[in-house]
C-alpha cells in the first residue's frame, strides 16, 4: 500500500461535501504509530506530547526539536497514512520567513509530509508563503492551546457573536491560503457547521461537531491512558487500569519470587 498523500486527503471534499469523513489520531512514537496507522488516514504528531509524554502544563514549553525526533519516529513507525507535525509555539509566529525555516527543519528531520500551525487570519499570509514553497499546512482554529496565556484557559469556544464571525473568518482565510485542511477544536456546533460550509478544504473537528469532515482525538486520551481529559473525548478504553492490573501481578510475582520462571531463565544446557 502506497502512502496517502496530501492532495489526496484535499480531494476528500468535493463540492462543499465529504462522502467519508477523514480519521486522524495523534501519534507520538514509532510503536504506536505501527498501531494506528492501518486505520488512521492522516497521524498527528502534536505538541500535545508536552503534556502527554513530558508532563509539561501546557504546549507552551514544547520545542522544535521535540516534535522532530518524535515525528521522525512516527514516519518510521507508519506507511499508510499522512503525517502531520505541530509547529511548537515560538517557531513560526514572528514572521513568514522563521516559519519556513522551522518548517523546512521539521520535515527535513523527520520525513513528515505536511506543518500544523495554530491561528487563523493573522496566519494566512504565513500559510501561503509555505504552501507556495512546498509545505502544506494544516490549520487550527477555534480553542488554539498554545494562547492559553491570552485565553485564560481550554474553554470551548464560540459562544459569543463575535468569537463566532471570527472563528468562520479565521477558517476561511486559512482556505483561501491554501491550507489542506482545517482543525476545528472546542467550538460550538452552529459555529463548527458554519465554518465547515464555508471553506472548501476538509475541517477535522475536535470537540466540534459530527458534521465536521473528520475527526481527531488524543490517542492517549481516548485509550484512558491520560487522568485529566476534556468532556469532548470518548474514552473507548481503560487502558490505565488494564496497565495497573498488569504491573501490580508482575510487582507481586517478582516479591514472591515467581517471576521469572523457569521458562523465562537460561540453564547451560537448553
Ligand atoms: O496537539 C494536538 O494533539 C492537537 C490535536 C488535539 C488537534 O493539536
Ligand atoms: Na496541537
Redesign the pocket.
Known sequence: MRRLTVPRIRARKKDGHTEQPLVML?AYTARQAQLLDAHCDLL?V????GQVIYGLAS?VPVTLDMMANHAAAVVRGSYHSVVVV?MPFGSYEASKEKAFESASYLLKQSGAAAV?LEGGEAMAETVAFLNQRGIPVMG?VGLT?QAVNVLGGYAARGRSDAEAGKIVSDAKALDDAGAFAI?I?GVVEPIAIEATQAVSCPTIG?GASAQCDGQ???TEDMLGMFERVPRFVKRYEDIASIIDKTVATYAEEVRERVFPGEEQTYQPKD
Do not use: R, Y
Not at 502534536?46 to 506530547?49: A, Q, V
Open positions: 495523534t498527528l502534536g505538541d500535545s506530547l504546549t505541530d500544523k487550527h492551546p482543525v477544536e475536535i481527531v482525538l488524543v
